[in-house]
């Protein structure tokens, strides 16, 4: 008990308090929030509307920050993980389930139906799904690579592995759907003008986790292959694969750096953009 209080719940806690410090509603921040996603001055029950849908998932996001670690360190033992994986992927979980469960809750209020049809495409730009979907193919790709291998006994590669890597983009790709999906079919709130910038940031917002998730699959697997390749050089190590060559084993080794900056990059300018590059990708 005091293991699983020291690990999982004490780390969780602390993170959580930092987070709901930071990501505490208020008027400032749902003023903020509706002038980045174009609506240039908000009135205030305009504001008041962004603060209860900040505070819909905010909320939801410290709750389920802390439930999400100690269930998945009940149900997977694992002390080979990945440097991070054990907050990083918590908090993606965490963060995905917050926006689905909010964007689930009915909506209050007289709404007008708007004329204008809506798809994913007036909410995420092209070139987000674009990114998103080479950084997928690349992630499996190289996971059935790495499954093609067979079955490794050594305790100097890492985990998880390529097949945990798979199931991971599995559900990160069947949450990030759903949230667009309910983007664009299920209103934010009753206000028209206000429910169509809150749609776009649930949207951009879920594709920017997405990323997260993505490139955390995309470290899984290219660490695994590098640790492949760094122990099938030791005597008796494992047979390396013809394919897994000098050159590739060293691309593996800097594939995780690599992503990091493109995942960085990518949240940037989907889930946190400029004004001016928010009205060139919706024109």
Do not use: K
């Amino acid at each position: 008990m005091s293991d699983w209080l020291e690990h999982d719940v004490l780390p969780a806690a602390i993170v959580a308090a930092l987070l709901l410090l930071v990501l505490w509603p208020t008027e400032h921040s749902g003023r903020r929030l509706l002038q980045t996603w174009g609506i240039p001055e908000p009135r205030p029950e305009q504001t008041r509307a962004a603060v209860r849908y900040l505070w819909q998932r905010r909320i939801l996001y410290i709750v389920l920050f802390l439930v999400v670690p100690p269930v998945a360190g009940a149900l997977i033992e694992n002390d080979d993980e990945l440097p991070g994986m054990g907050i990083f992927v918590p908090l993606l979980v965490a963060m995905l389930l917050a926006e689905t469960v909010a964007t689930l809750r009915p909506v209050g209020g007289v709404r007008v139906a708007s004329l204008d049809r809506r798809t994913w495409r007036a909410l995420v730009p092209r070139w987000a799904v674009h990114t998103m979907a080479v950084m997928v193919v690349l992630s499996v790709g190289l996971a059935v690579l790495a499954l093609t291998v067979g079955p490794v006994h050594d305790d100097g590669l890492p985990e998880p592995g390529p097949g945990t890597a798979l199931a991971y983009l599995a559900v990160c790709l069947a949450m990030i759907g759903l949230l667009v999906h309910l983007a664009v079919r299920r209103p934010s709130v009753a206000d028209a003008e206000v429910d169509a910038a809150l749609r776009t940031r649930t949207a951009r917002v879920a594709f920017g986790i997405g990323f997260g998730w993505v490139g955390g699959t995309l470290l899984i697997t290219s660490q695994w292959l590098y640790g492949l390749y760094s122990i099938s050089r030791d005597d008796g190590g494992p047979a390396r694969p013809a394919w897994l060559t000098d050159w590739f084993g060293r691309v593996m080794e800097y594939t995780g750096l690599v992503q990091f900056v493109v995942v960085i990059v990518c949240w940037m300018w989907v889930a946190l953009p400029t004004r001016r590059s928010l009205a060139v990708t919706t024109r």
